[in-house]
């Protein structure tokens, strides 16, 4: 069982940045694959990045590579999703989440989430 809780939403103006923070419970955070999904208003919940268990490996939707960059600290039992460049289609909830071993962009294949985290982006 993984418990998660983001952080580090709020509103920003557009080309600026954000870093968003997952905290996770329990002593085997190492051992799961991290991701990131995005849902906007009357929009299907969408992938934004993952993570592999080492941090050596990250995955990005096309819609944020090269804007948006994925990290852990094992140690601290935290994910990060610095997002840079910020755009107002940027604008979700964001949410934390993790799988023993999947890295694809099914949401389903994902079985632990957090609540979710506001960032709104304005042109």
């Known amino acids: 069982q993984v418990q998660l809780v983001e952080s580090g939403g709020g509103l920003v103006q557009a080309g600026g940045s954000l870093r968003l923070s997952c905290a996770a419970s329990?002593?085997?955070?190492?051992?799961?694959?991290m991701g990131w999904f995005r849902q906007a208003p009357g929009k299907e919940r969408e992938f934004v990045g993952n993570?592999?268990?080492?941090?050596?490996?990250?995955r990005y939707s096309d819609s944020v590579k090269g804007r948006f960059t994925i990290s852990r600290d094992n140690a601290k039992n935290t994910v990060y999703l610095q997002m840079d460049s910020l755009k107002p289609e940027d604008t979700a909830i964001y949410y934390c989440t993790a799988n023993p071993s999947y890295v694809g962009s099914n949401f389903q294949r994902y079985a632990y989430w957090g609540q979710g985290t506001q960032v709104s982006v304005s042109s």
């Open positions: 329990g002593r085997t955070f190492s051992s799961y694959v």
């Open positions: 993570i592999n268990q080492s941090g050596g490996v990250t």
